[in-house]
């Protein structure tokens, strides 16, 4: 009973607040509002998702108005309002209209479409001129004698363009002192084909930084039984057919972003898995690291 009071409670709180909104969100969103409110991962993962989704139009939100309110936190009942929807007990609606919560309070901040456009040309202008610089520095090596200086300069300056112009067009997921960007499914060194004889490949590349820890920080995978990072559906998880880290880990400097990727296939033995796929689950691609935890989903329909 206490627990049915508290859950009304919180609705009428909720519709208090915002005006009711009528949305379907999709099920994975579920698994992480789930971990937040065990705990598995933390507020500041499950709000920076929350924007992410808003922003490329996964969870669909009507305008909402920010307050002159102001909060330290998410309040509790918000708290308690995902892991019931996450356990089917309130509505998508519901948890939409908690979100919108969140944006009033400020805790949630998406720019409103005229201002993401001018921000998108802004990108642009800035994105042509940054590049330029980089090409500049690339052509400046042509000029170095020692070929092995020449071809040093040459693979620096191509690595800078590479990693500026993947960071424009990826979404980033900060874990920790590490932010991963991701340009998505049917990207260069992301892709999804199953073969003539049924097997199921799956080609995953990130770019990962140490943007917030002044020492060095490691990614770790020792092999496929012991790997910080895998595939899962819900029901099975998958470990990688290959993957490039070297010497078991990816150590990352601060401020120095360095691309990674992993194949899932094949069963190679050490504990590995053969990747299946089944249309009817959603796929994310996991990560576990002492220093935190997050689920990204991956779009394989």
């Known amino acids: 009973m206490k627990t049915a009071i508290t859950s009304i409670a919180a609705i009428l709180l909720i519709a208090s607040t915002v005006s009711y909104a009528h949305a379907e969100v999709p099920g994975w ?19 920076s998702g929350i924007e992410f989704l808003i922003k490329d139009g996964i969870i669909s939100v009507p305008p909402t108005t920010v307050s002159a309110e102001s909060s330290e936190g998410v309040p509790a009942w918000v708290k308690n ?30 720019a409103s479409s005229e201002t993401m456009e001018d921000s998108k040309v802004s ?30 300069c040459e693979k620096a300056a191509k690595n800078k363009i590479a990693v500026y112009e993947y960071k424009l067009n990826s979404q980033t997921f900060q874990v920790g002192p590490i932010t991963y960007y991701w340009s998505g499914m049917n990207t260069e060194g992301n892709s999804f084909e199953i073969s003539s004889s049924g097997q199921a490949f799956l080609y995953l590349r990130f770019l990962a930084e140490n943007t917030g820890s ?62 299946e796929y089944d249309s009817s689950k959603e796929y994310h691609f996991r990560i576990s690291e002492p220093f935190g935890s997050m689920s990204i989903p991956l779009d394989l329909g």
């Open 81 to 110: 309002n995902a892991g019931w929807w996450a356990e089917g007990v309130t509505s998508d609606g519901e948890f939409v209209n908690a979100i919108q919560h969140l944006m009033s309070l400020g805790l949630i901040s998406v």
């Open 214 to 275: 002044n020492n060095n920080e490691a990614l770790y995978c020792t092999g496929p039984a012991v790997c910080n990072y895998d595939v899962t559906n819900g029901s099975n998880d998958y470990k990688y057919s290959q993957m490039d880290f070297t010497s078991s880990q990816l150590v990352l400097k601060p401020e120095d972003p360095r691309f990674f990727n992993f194949f899932f296939g094949p069963n190679i033995g050490g504990g590995g898995t053969t990747f």
């Open 123 to 152: 990108l642009v202008e800035t994105s042509d001129s940054q590049v330029a610089v980089y090409q500049s520095e690339l052509e400046a090596c042509s000029e170095i004698k020692k070929a092995y200086e020449r071809l040093n």
């Open 29 to 47: 969103v579920k698994n992480n509002a789930g971990w937040w409110a065990e705990g598995t991962i933390s507020e500041t993962e499950f709000l």
